[in-house]
């Protein structure tokens, strides 16, 4: 379709505020007579509390009051699960163990909250915590993922007959006749570790109950203001509509910002309407790294069964994932993960066992990728062994893999993480890949580049590793659209922003369906003022399921205005047009009316609004797709390692994306440059250090490593587009899609660059000290 | 944490044994210890003021005697309590005689910690804790000799612990030896010169 604005390169609208302080995020939220929160966290992992005393606390000067779960009462309770499991299953073992407010009678990770002080000031609260005085029996801890499942374990949730959180088989064909038919079989393990979000704004709450208006207000640095609103209701026992939950600017969420509900969700309003005073918390970096959920930990034994000319004739695979201390989130991180380990390819025959076990260490919820990219790693991994054990073009390997464009949609006969048919709605992925090995410059690199630079002793590596991800998921997600009588256009969604670039997208959708200008439209993100229903920022799917809604509802405003202006002007609707804020008649420019003036004619002082019809220029309309879009691509890098020190610079980075429809390039290039930075980070910096006791060793950004900017090669983007056909729009999601290949492509890279080591790595993140462990093993064993 | 280590006196493996049952000579010997005292037999209680790195804060903590064998041997466990985290261990200590009346102490031992000291701390912990017990044992020396003197000389041994000032400065002895340290000392030199400047200048 040719669109004027959808797809085009606009700037940022919401920029100039972000870029000079304008912008709203939680902390800027400062109310008269606001008391400051801030929480006694375990520094055990796994400890009984057997007293509590808060009395020397709760005498300082400042503070307004010391709570624990006792005086909570009957309020105690804990989170809602958020995701159940997949009902279309058989023989799912799952048990629901939700994280709570305040810990009663165990602590099961560090950092866990148990008593919480509420005081005039951060600085006296915080001086506070230290008072309290808790006697505490520790236990041992559970963090070994294949330990906790011996029978002598220690348990994390002792009504339960061990660490076993869900267990589940998916199956495909029929692996084992394959494994019979096949002429190679790989088995490998692989341990896939642990890294933060390390969002830039940490969490934060400010809640204010108001007694005499009896409404609740709320901003929350979350990406999912209307679940939160409706959990808050519920909890309190209040109409939703007494609740409002605005999530601002929000710099950053990447997953864990959705984990409904924080223990500080649950404390805060309770707080406040026990109080009857407003109420801050803003969490420190430590906290976060405690406290704000992580992801990645799977320990996977998978095998591929190949024919010699490279065939993939089936995938046997046994994961097992650590949830850490509760499950709120269900099964949605590792069921990506099965959805994501046959990759790009068409595998007839699959089998995978997914073991889900509790340990004492912070909640695991989907991060950015979100289970996807250990999928990718380990099938790609696997390719990559496979080629040299056939002696097989790494890329013919894959060329006679990929899914044949004709065999979309692709139902892969498994479940995804929505609990529904595993379906690739389309794809075409050879001229995703060919075009990723033209532009990095595969066969130049193999044979000018490389052997140039070794003689002059240089250790240079190539990679490239295409990968799939499942976007745009259900269940649905709601717009309201409205022509104001000034003639400028008000929309929202219920998603909320944490840096998307929301306001711009979804308003280039609005001003193409009302030909008006993108300035002209304001979109609010994050408000549970401005539309009552919706779910949230997730699974790279905002583009897809807000971006449609948005669509619809503009489009029925368009359609408004068309009838309302046809009758006006005296004119059949279909010599109408739409430009520059006006409807117009096609043929006599002059006769026209804007829609500042259709919309005031909209809302009638007079006569009657016609039965069926209702008044306004406004439309809210849902879209809820059946299964999700498919997203595509491939990650091309070149990188040079130092054997000495192990630093690596990477050189070159070449990612073609297809995403379906663009809303707009730039803000596309930029999820895909952020998306790339943390799965660099995944690679070969960011790694959760927790000792055998649960303690987390690098709880600061002083030892927990981001990449920065000196890390990051210049990323070139190139787009193709294969349109979603199951939305109007065409679009599929991007958000998570540039952290899903990138371990795999780098690690690929890696053992190019040092082909005297024959390394085989099995495992991320690495890390320099890591490098030079494997390197020393790999010459002892040669 | 791994902690293992040995160390020369220049005393009989009886001398030793004394020294270290003397709760005075301890709290002399061990950095920033507050206060301990014989709590019952082989148990002491201790309170001590620990820094490493951003981490500061007072511990309160346990310490217990068992597995004696005098004078060779014997077990320690350490449990430890406070604001910055807590602290456990387990330890053995084995004291051999030497030729010419000396006596060497090897020690082994596992300890955990938890909280704010393990993770901020935890970069730092290495070479703090090797400067506590390499401090410590210089104290020991020189207040074993005092003992043998004093004990020559028919008095009472003086104890003279060592100073906060000396036990920082030898964690920035012991930190200097890493040589990010440096780096770091070297910036803030710099940093110390260019403010000079400015304030020279204008």
């Known amino acids: ?782 | 944490m791994k902690v293992e280590g040995e160390h020369l006196f220049k005393g009989t493996p009886q001398q030793v044994w004394e020294l270290f049952r003397d709760t005075d000579v301890m709290a002399a010997a061990l950095p920033g210890t507050q206060k301990m005292e014989l709590v019952e037999d082989r148990k002491y209680q201790a309170v001590m003021q620990v820094r490493v790195g951003p981490v500061s804060g007072e511990f309160s903590g346990e310490l217990l005697l068992s597995d004696e064998d005098y004078p060779r041997s014997y077990t320690m466990s350490v449990e430890g309590r406070g604001k910055p985290g807590f602290l456990k261990g387990v330890g053995d200590v084995v004291l051999t005689e030497q030729a010419e009346g000396q006596t060497l102490m090897g020690y082994s031992g596992e300890v955990q910690i938890g909280g704010r000291l393990a993770a901020v701390g935890q970069r730092l912990i290495d070479t703090v804790s090797k400067s506590i017990i390499s401090q410590a044992f210089e104290t020991l020396d020189r207040l074993l000799a005092e003992r043998m003197v004093a004990a020559g000389e028919g008095r009472e041994a003086a104890i003279d612990s060592a100073s906060q000032g000396d036990y920082a400065a030898a964690v920035a002895r012991d930190l200097l030896a890493a040589s990010w340290m440096k780096w770091v000392l070297g910036a803030l030199g710099l940093i110390i010169v260019v403010v000079i400047l400015v304030i020279a200048l204008f």
């Open chain 1, 1 to 782: 379709m040719n669109y004027k604005i959808i797809g085009k390169r606009v700037k940022r609208v919401e920029d100039p505020r972000l870029l000079t302080g304008g912008a709203l995020f939680v902390d800027d939220v400062n109310l008269p007579d606001m008391l400051h929160a801030a929480f006694l966290r375990s520094d055990y992992a796994h400890a009984r509390i057997k007293s509590i005393d808060t009395s020397q606390a709760a005498a300082l000067p400042g503070v307004v009051g010391v709570f624990t779960a006792e005086d909570m009462g009957e309020d105690w309770e804990p989170g809602p699960p958020l995701v159940s499991p997949p009902p279309t299953l058989e023989n799912v073992t799952f048990h629901s163990r939700r994280q709570v407010p305040l810990v009663k009678d165990k602590v099961r990770h560090a950092g866990e909250i148990i008593a919480v002080v509420v005081a005039e000031s951060r600085y006296i609260a915080e001086d506070a915590v230290e008072e309290i005085q808790i006697d505490y029996e520790p236990l041992p801890a559970v963090v070994n993922l294949e330990k906790c499942l011996h029978p002598d374990s220690p348990l994390v949730h002792e009504d339960l007959d061990s660490n076993l959180a869900a267990h589940l088989v998916q199956k495909k064909g029929d692996y084992e006749s394959a494994r019979a038919e096949a002429d190679l079989i790989i088995k490998r393990r692989f341990h896939l570790d642990r890294g933060a979000a390390a969002a830039m704004e940490n969490r934060g709450l400010v809640v204010d109950w108001n007694a005499k208006d009896q409404h609740l207000m709320v901003w929350d640095a979350t990406q999912s203001p209307i679940p939160i609103r409706n959990g808050m209701a519920a909890r309190l026992g209040l109409r939703t509509h007494q609740v409002r939950v605005v999530a601002p600017f929000v710099g950053g969420g990447f997953g864990p910002k959705i984990m409904m509900f924080y223990a500080e969700e649950m404390v805060l309003p309770w707080l406040t309407m026990k109080l009857n005073r407003p109420v801050k918390w803003i969490e420190d970096r430590r906290e976060n790294f405690y406290a704000t959920t992580q992801e990645r930990e799977q320990i996977q034994e998978v095998e591929m069964a190949l024919s010699k000319e490279g065939r993939i004739l089936g995938i046997k695979q046994s994961i097992i994932h650590d949830t850490g201390a509760y499950n709120p989130y269900g099964l949605t991180t590792p069921l990506n993960t099965q959805s994501h380990s046959m990759g790009s390819y068409d595998v007839e025959n699959y089998e995978s066992e997914l073991t889900v076990v509790f340990t004492n260490k912070t909640i695991v919820t989907p991060v950015r990728g979100a289970g996807r990219p250990q999928g990718i790693f380990v099938v790609e991994r696997l390719l990559d062994i496979a080629s040299r054990e056939l002696g097989i073009d790494s890329r013919d390997l894959r060329r006679l893999n990929f899914i044949d464009p004709d065999d979309f949609p692709y139902n892969h006969q498994i479940i995804d993480q929505a609990f529904t048919e595993l379906v690739f709605d389309s794809g075409n992925y050879l001229p995703v890949y060919e075009k990723a090995l033209e532009a990095i410059g595969y066969d130049r690199f193999l044979q000018e580049e490389q052997p140039r630079l070794r003689q002059e002793g240089k250790h240079v590596g190539i990679g490239v590793v295409p990968f799939i991800e499942t976007t745009g998921v259900g269940p649905y997600e709601g717009a309201r659209v409205a022509i104001e009588p000034s003639g400028k256009v008000s929309a929202a969604t219920g998603v909320g922003t944490q840096g998307q670039g929301h306001m711009t997208s979804f308003a280039q959708i609005v001003a193409e369906a009302l030909s008006v200008d993108v300035e002209d439209v304001s979109m609010v993100t994050g408000d549970t003022a401005e539309i009552h229903w919706g779910t949230g920022t997730f699974a790279s799917r905002g583009a897809v399921v807000a971006g449609n809604a948005v669509l619809a509802a503009a489009q029925d405003v368009r359609q408004k205005a068309l009838t309302l202006a046809s009758k006006i002007l005296e004119t059949p609707e279909e010599e109408l047009e739409l430009d520059g804020g006006l409807v117009r008649v096609a043929d006599i420019p002059e006769q026209s009316i804007s829609l500042g003036e259709l919309a005031v004619l909209a809302n009638p002082f007079r006569g009657a609004v016609e039965p069926g019809t209702e008044p306004g220029l406004e439309s809210t309309k849902y879209f809820g797709p059946a299964y999700g879009a498919t997203a595509f691509g491939v990650h091309a890098l070149i990188l040079e390692v130092d054997p000495e020190t192990m630093m690596i610079k990477l050189l070159k980075y070449v990612t073609v994306e297809d995403c379906g429809t663009m809303l707009n390039p730039l803000i596309v290039e930029g999820q895909i440059h952020g998306g790339v930075s943390m799965g660099i980070g995944n690679s070969y910096y960011e790694k959760l250090h927790f000792d055998e006791n649960g303690q987390l060793l690098n709880a600061s950004l002083a030892d927990y490593l981001l990449p920065t900017s000196a890390e990051m090669p210049p990323i070139e983007v190139i787009h193709l587009n294969t349109p979603a056909p199951n939305n109007a729009l065409g679009t599929k999601g991007v958000g998570e899609a540039g952290a899903i290949p990138v371990p795999a492509a780098f690690i690929q890279a890696l053992e190019n660059a040092l082909p005297e080591y024959e390394l085989e790595i099995l495992e991320t993140p690495l890390s320099p000290n890591r490098l030079f462990e494997l390197l020393h093993k790999q010459e002892e064993n040669q």
